[in-house]
């Protein structure tokens, strides 16, 4: 047993971590539920006087929203393509990369690069890439274009529109996934290949003398030894999923969608900075709840389903 | 299958590109191991025992020098073609897979005309287990095994193959040391049983002198000596083999040989011929010393240890050059430990004489 006296040492030594906790954390988690349950809660009209009456009023107005579906749909979009394409993507890498010998460490940086670099930069180098440069003259367009439409002039193409006015909520999706995927390696990347040199290289050894073909190497033996790792990548892939919001700022702007169709590509995130925006505190702290909800629920199916299939 | 090795030599590039120290693993090795034997590589850490067992399996590729399994020539051949069994050292069971998966893995790699049905592979791999009695378990993983039951778990799944050639690398390092001695007698009777050429490593004398038909004694990447086990513990061929086997170990002190017998300091314990005058160390096995009153060579007693059947006299001398000289005797004889001193007879078969210049054995006739 700790000397009595002696405990207010350590409530001083703690209390650092536990006042930013409660300021930064706790009381946060605590005010959304309260805002999320006052009807039409807002700040400023808190600060007026306004009194609020209790119910689950924000809930329904914020599913009764044809914008909110929107946002519901686009994350639930983004979250199902990009994490499976990234995490097989990133497997892949993660194994060429584990498996050469000259150049592991520069190609390793090079695959890393992304990750130290600003999403928004990246957003913006992606969406020149995407871009048609040139603007309208009069009626006429200026045939200048980003240099993926370049490419594929040059393969003998038609150039696509991909994020400017008058684009499809296709290519517009479809930029968004290349981007996010590509945005999303390193990370998997790194946990990838970390899990990869710690699997004990006897196992490879046995599996030679056995004369195991490499695509039963990867599937019966890499793949099951890096279950945990991989597990936590799609995991962590999931919930990052559900919060995008940067990436299509970075690409769209603050319109989150064409110029024509501002928006159009909003995510669960944006929508509860929208809410802020418009003084409507109440409707984003129960979009926050839902999309925590959503995240939990992912979550939980992601650990039962997975919890068959991880060998820790 | 017999294998044969031919001047077989691994040389591992120094790693800083600069130095020039290269490392020879295994120097010049020839020996041909006879079909169905049991054979131990035995030596200290870094003598090339491991080196040459991986050769053999084709995990690494000899600088130069041939294989062969029977009159094949198998130097150039890939791992998975040469048909070998291979138990590591510790283990290398797939933990993600039961018993029965880990057995059965090496089978399913088959194609071709070697494709297996189902049903066969299960009858295989029960065939294996049963063998290495471990039929009982197959539905368990590898982490729910002892130490002895993953050792025999592996031994199944390189067996399963009906390998030409069966490789352990260190078998039994990692059992404590009663199922150490019950999976030395299991090693032997499986190897027994399917007749097996086998081939292990150790660094252990006993564990290598208890169940091989031959063992090969290794120091530095060189062949020390070859031989049965008890012929190279009756006749080493130098002063590290003499040292390598036995326990407790040999006792070696500093003398010379003038005129025809061989002097322990001032003391004349044999009378040898066919010896030239020179200096040498002198090998004494712990059973070729024993206690009595007319001794020709005269120790200081420290004590006695009484161990069950057997006794142990531990005496000093100026000239040993470990810190003790032991004598295994019968606890029926009598030593007087009251007394300052012991006086020991020698047995001319247990006496070895090496030259003090390159530690090779001199042979003498006794007188």
């Known amino acids: 047993m700790v000397d009595s006296k002696k405990h207010w040492k350590a409530w001083l030594y703690l209390s650092p971590a536990i006042i930013l906790l409660l300021v930064f954390t706790v009381w946060p988690i605590f005010n959304t539920l309260r805002m999320a349950f006052l009807n039409d809660y807002g700040n400023m009209a808190a600060i007026g006087g306004q009194t609020f009456g209790f119910g689950i009023q924000n809930f329904i107005k914020v599913i009764e929203y044809k914008e909110f579906l929107q946002c519901l749909q686009n994350t639930a979009l983004l979250c199902v393509a990009t994490v499976p394409i990234s995490t097989v993507l990133a497997l892949l890498i993660a194994v060429a990369l584990n498996s050469i010998k000259p150049l592991q460490k520069t190609l390793q940086t090079i695959f890393f690069l992304p990750y130290v670099t600003n999403s928004i930069a990246i957003g913006m180098v992606f969406a020149a890439m995407f871009n048609i440069v040139g603007l309208k003259q009069g009626s006429h367009m200026a045939d200048t274009w980003g240099i993926i439409n370049n490419v594929i002039q040059f393969f003998g193409g038609e150039p696509i529109n991909w994020i400017n006015a008058g684009s499809s909520y296709v290519a517009n999706m479809a930029v968004m996934i290349i981007y996010i995927v590509w945005n999303a390696l390193p990370f998997k990347i790194l946990i990838l290949l970390g899990g990869l040199q710690s699997i004990n290289k006897q196992y490879y050894d046995a599996a030679k003398v056995d004369g195991t073909p490499k695509r039963r190497v990867l599937t019966r033996i890499t793949i099951p030894l890096l279950s945990p790792m991989l597990a936590y990548v799609i995991i962590t892939g999931f919930i990052g999923g559900f919060k995008e919001y940067s990436s299509i700022i970075g690409i769209f702007g603050e319109k989150m969608g064409p110029a024509d169709d501002a928006g159009r590509l909003n995510t669960m995130v944006g929508f509860v900075y929208d809410a802020l925006e418009r003084d409507r505190q109440g409707r984003a702290s129960a979009a926050a709840l839902i999309l925590f909800a959503i995240i939990l629920i992912v979550t939980l199916i992601n650990n039962k389903v997975i919890k068959k299939r991880v060998h820790y | ?367």
């Open chain 2, 1 to 367: 299958m017999k294998v044969v090795l031919e001047n077989l030599t691994k040389i591992f590039p120094s790693r800083d590109k600069k130095s020039q120290n290269q490392v020879v693993a295994v120097s010049d090795f020839s020996f041909e191991i006879p079909d169905g034997q049991l054979v131990g590589l035995l030596g200290p850490s870094g003598c090339g025992k491991s080196t040459t067992l991986y050769m053999i399996s084709g995990l690494q590729k000899p600088t130069s020098g041939k294989i062969y399994f029977g009159d094949d020539d198998v130097t150039e051949l890939s791992t998975e073609n040469r048909g070998i069994g291979l138990v590591f050292q510790n283990y290398a069971l797939y933990p993600h897979m039961t018993v029965q998966q880990n057995i059965m893995f090496p089978l399913q790699n088959l194609t071709g005309k070697d494709k297996l049905s189902k049903q066969q592979m299960l009858d295989r791999a029960h065939e294996a287990a049963k063998l290495v009695q471990i039929d009982e378990l197959m539905d368990r993983k590898p982490s729910e095994l002892s130490g002895g039951q993953q050792q025999r778990v592996a031994i199944a799944r390189a067996l399963v193959k009906m390998p030409r050639v069966l490789l352990l690398d260190e078998p039994l390092s990692n059992l404590d040391a009663r199922l150490r001695l019950q999976t030395r007698e299991e090693i032997r009777r499986i190897q027994k049983e399917t007749g097996i050429t086998t081939v292990f490593v150790t660094h252990d004398q006993e564990e290598a002198m208890s169940i091989s038909d031959i063992i090969v004694v290794m120091k530095l990447g060189v062949v020390q000596q070859i031989g049965k086990p008890q012929s190279v513990y009756d006749d080493p061929a130098n002063l590290f083999v003499a040292k390598f086997l036995g326990t407790p170990p040999i006792n070696v002190l500093e003398g010379k040989v003038l005129d025809g017998k061989v002097y322990i300091g001032d003391q004349a314990v044999m009378s040898v011929s066919g010896v030239e005058d020179m200096d040498v160390y002198i090998g004494i096995r712990p059973e070729g010393i024993e206690p009595a009153p007319d001794g020709v060579f005269e120790c200081k007693l420290n004590n006695v240890e009484v161990m069950g059947r057997d006794a142990s006299v531990v005496s000093t001398h100026t000239a040993a050059l470990s810190p003790v000289i032991r004598a295994i005797i019968s606890s029926d004889i009598h030593v007087d430990t009251a007394s300052e001193t012991v006086k020991y007879n020698i047995k001319p078969h247990k006496f070895f004489l090496f030259s003090k210049e390159t530690e090779e054995r001199i042979y003498f006739e006794v007188k």
